[in-house]
């Protein structure tokens, strides 16, 4: 499945490239953190068990927010065509 971003203005399309690199970092984060708790990569710092815990949580949030995410990243960027910043994700 791929997303689009398509101008409410003018019309133009773009792929969403964004959408891959959130499941990267979403993906790898909940990985991280058990890896950081398990080979002891925070020991000694006292805040060991807080640290690994939000790695963990921040990548299952980036996973279960990554169409809001690129809709907050998306109206930063502008359209090439029109130079409006009016986008809406389409899922094809």
């Not at 773009?14 to 909940?30: S, V």
């Not at 815990?53 to 960027?77: D, F, H, T």
């Amino acid at each position: 499945m791929a997303v689009f971003l398509r101008c409410k203005k003018c019309g133009y399309q773009e792929e969403a490239n964004m959408d891959l690199w959130l499941k990267i970092i979403g993906g790898t984060l909940p990985a991280g953190g058990m890896t950081a708790w398990v080979t002891y990569f925070f020991a000694g710092t006292g805040l060991a068990l807080p640290i690994c815990a939000a790695m963990i949580a921040g990548g299952i949030g980036i996973l279960i927010y990554k169409n809001q995410i690129l809709k907050w990243i998306s109206s930063n960027y502008k359209c090439p065509k029109c130079n409006k910043s009016n986008w809406e994700l389409v899922e094809i």
